[in-house]
């Protein structure tokens, strides 16, 4: 974290960004007004033990870090099993996993506007070291979770490392990957985007052929707030997924999914009524920030600022960012397309103008030598090869080429910051070279972008697919192709950057291996990928 | 957008404070930071202070509607009826609100809980599918909506069950499938009484939702146990859709009987749009097609129409 920005630059950006946006869409009222009709914790007893969807901790900062439950003894009950009333929490917060060092306590209150989750900012911690934690209600005692904050600012540090993982469709298979991350020792876990999946699930959980089936409130897709959290509910009722967030903690993103498939800043993909997609993306919003390991405040309505920026000592930065919530419809009618004008006029957004200068001015006063774009679609050009003719993707940066090119120049002058851009999206693992002219392989090379397969969405996947073949046959700068599920683990040292795509063989059942099936290296100083 | 001074916040968070559990001040809760941010997003008007357990909340000013007086029911599998939920903000502030909807045993309503952010001014329109068993007694039910002080009470007239006269032992029996690709393609077309291969994608057929991935299944679940000799399976067939390109081409048919899966039938190689499977008639409480491959390789299971007789 740069020295002048600390205490907490995301919670000040986050405030400002909220009166800019939210406050000038429209007055909010607060409360649904049911928590003021009872005493807080009134004495009855909960149906059941409330941690069903396990804790998580995430947004690691020098000084603290966000630690997260949700009460629903009943996860696909209304309200989750839980009464309608306000109820406290206690959290403690532990230098040891036996809690015979507290260091922080406190009680938090659980209430039905936000589906009952608790998101505690634990403050005064220690910069660069783990710490557990655990909640109680009446008795019950939730799982520990442990987590690690953010280094000091200016600390000197040999070596961090970071998962990256995405898309993760339930009904599409096992979380397997998930139980393997949960095993890697990582300072943080960067998930960037599809978290969930808004379709309807069949009784049968797709691929994962469940034994009892799916409830029937599952068939319908998510569209309001109450379904978007049953959605979530299911799938943090995967054990491995409540796994590995409570090893670690999560800095995540959005992309499409956690709303509608495709979307775009206020256009859904059948371009309905702006009103009704309006209302919809904040119930979308409302429900992602009530399942994740975020600050408070919530969101209020349809704008939600989500991207921020961690800074991990001298050695990493991560920009977290958000290619959603500002982006111009997708050209073209969406989809692979030849080149078109939508595709290049200049007046589309796609990060937005405001996002882009907070990324590149930020990136420019970075003192870290790793600098992390935790970015959701590939930012590289990718030129699927259909029919002779270069194809490309109308939801990447490509279909906006106006942003990509500026951002693109953007990274060539920030070069020396060593640019890394993560990113999810396509469930294919990819390793690129990000050249200053796509179309010149000898062109420089002013970062690289790592692409992580997805956890689940696809299902077993395959190695290499026929249009993975098409990929790597005519774009030069991309370096591995590979189709099964898995994540990436980045390892940084002042000197080197390593990346290692791990991926399991098949997810349709449980208990698959992990393996690493390509390592990178990239030097300081000089971007560009190397075996390794 | 005024702007609310940190004076003002900070003398809201004090207050808070003294009002909010105990705990160290620093140990901020949501219900402080939240209304903070709230008051913080008014300009400086602070509204009452729901988050706050003592304080009073504005009163919401919600409305309930539906789209229909009364629902009409068909005591059967795979019915779509229901109604629309019109759930509306009618005060000048917008909220997030919660309408609770109660049907009596033994309805079923799609949604029990509708939660929503609502803009003033806005009504949101939610489809609510009813359902009722083929036991349930025709007459007249009551479906029950309430949200905040408001109440919406929906007559439900429950009609006797149809009776199948078609010899067809799968028409209104449960269906259900592997995977079904909703909301086109649900296992409830497959035997819905419609075979033309044409309304293919508007809910008369079956697409699985695991492309690329064979075995699927689709089964029909029996009310009680019925000899069947003979099953009848339409797989997707049309001039745009031919059943060479797109069908089925291998499945197993399997019946339930004495609690065991049998297989009673294989076809292997099929680029037909119809087969009729025969085969020694046997009691089952159950009947599965198991599909195994595609004529567009490996992709989806397509089935229009599943029937089976007895003879």
Sequence with gaps: ?532 | MPILSSTAVGALVRALRRTGPAGAPRRRTLAVIAAVVMLVTLGGVAPALAAVPGKAAPAQQLTLGSDVDHVTVDPVPCAVQGFQLRFGNAGSSAVYADAFIDAPAPLTVSRSLVSSYLPSGYTLKVQIAVGAPRSTPPGTYTITVHAGDQQLSLPVQVEPAPVNDTGNLVRYMPVSASSENLPNYPACGAVDGDRDSTHWGTTTGWNDATKGTFPDWLQVSFDQPVPVGRVDLYTLDSAKYPAAGYGLSAWDVELQVGGSWQTVAQVRGNTAGEVSSTFAAQTATALRVVTLGSNEGVTYSRVVELEAYTS
């Design chain 1, 1 to 532: 974290m740069t020295p002048d920005a600390f205490p907490r630059p995301a919670a000040r950006l986050a405030r400002r960004r909220f009166l800019t946006v939210t406050g000038a869409a429209t007055a909010l009222a607060f409360g649904v007004g049911v928590a003021q009709a009872h005493s807080a914790g009134a004495a009855t007893p909960l149906p059941g033990d409330p941690f069903t969807l396990g804790v998580a901790s995430g947004d690691p900062l020098p000084d603290a870090v966000v630690i997260w439950t949700r009460l629903a003894p009943q996860p696909y009950e209304p309200l989750g099993g839980m009464p309608y009333n306000a109820v406290p929490v206690q959290w403690q917060v532990a230098t040891d996993e036996w809690f015979r060092h507290v260091v922080r306590s406190g009680s938090a209150t659980a209430q039905p506007e936000y589906s009952y989750s608790v998101h505690v900012d634990v403050r005064g911690l220690q910069p660069g070291r783990h710490y557990w934690y655990r909640f109680k209600i009446d008795g019950h005692l939730s799982p520990v979770g442990r987590t690690k904050t953010a280094p000091a600012p200016g600390q000197k540090v040999d070596r961090l490392s970071f998962a990256v993982a995405s898309c993760q469709s339930w009904p599409d298979g096992y979380y397997t990957a998930h139980a393997h991350l949960a095993a890697e020792d990582v300072d943080a876990v960067l998930f960037v985007g599809d978290y969930i999946y808004e379709y309807g699930i069949s009784a049968a959980g797709g691929l994962r052929n469940t034994t009892d089936p799916v409830p029937d409130q599952f068939r319908t897709e998510a569209d309001t707030l109450d379904r978007y959290r049953l959605q979530y509910a299911l799938y943090k009722s995967d054990p491995d997924l409540r796994a590995a967030h409570q090893n670690a903690p999560w800095i995540g993103t959005w992309d499409d999914h956690e709303v509608q498939d495709n979307y775009a800043g206020l256009y859904s993909r059948n371009l309905d009524p702006i009103e009704d997609f309006t209302v919809r993306r904040a119930s979308a919003y409302r429900a992602y920030w009530e399942h994740m390991p975020l600050r408070t405040p919530a969101p209020q309505g349809p704008d939600y600022l989500l991207y921020r920026r961690f800074t991990f000592g001298r050695l990493a930065e991560v920009n977290v960012l958000d290619t959603r919530q500002y982006r111009s419809d997708q050209a073209d009618g969406d989809l692979w397309k030849p080149d078109n004008p939508g595709r290049n006029d200049p007046a589309r957004t796609f990060a937005g103008a405001q996002q882009q200068r907070w990324l590149l001015d930020g990136m420019g006063r970075s003192q870290s030598t790793w600098n992390l774009l935790a970015n959701q679609v590939v930012m590289s050009r990718m030129d699927l090869d259909a029919s002779g003719t270069a194809t490309y993707n109308m939801d990447a940066w490509d279909g906006y080429t106006a942003e990509q090119g500026r951002l693109l120049d953007g990274l060539a002058g920030l070069r020396a910051r060593n640019p890394v851009v993560v990113t999810g999206d396509v469930h294919a693992a990819y390793a690129m070279d990000m050249k200053r002219d796509f179309a010149d392989p000898d062109s420089q090379t002013i970062g690289v972008e790592l692409v992580g397969t997805s956890i689940s969405s696809g299902g077993n996947g395959v190695d290499v697919s026929v249009n993975g073949q098409n990929f790597l046959d005519h774009n030069p700068h991309l370096k591995l192709v590979n189709e099964r599920r898995g994540y990436i683990v980045v390892d940084l040292t002042p000197a080197e950057l390593h990346a290692s795509y791990r991926a399991v063989p098949y997810i349709d059942r449980t208990g698959a291996p992990i393996s690493t099936i390509r390592k990178f290296a990239v030097e300081a100083g000089n971007p560009g990928l190397n075996p390794a």
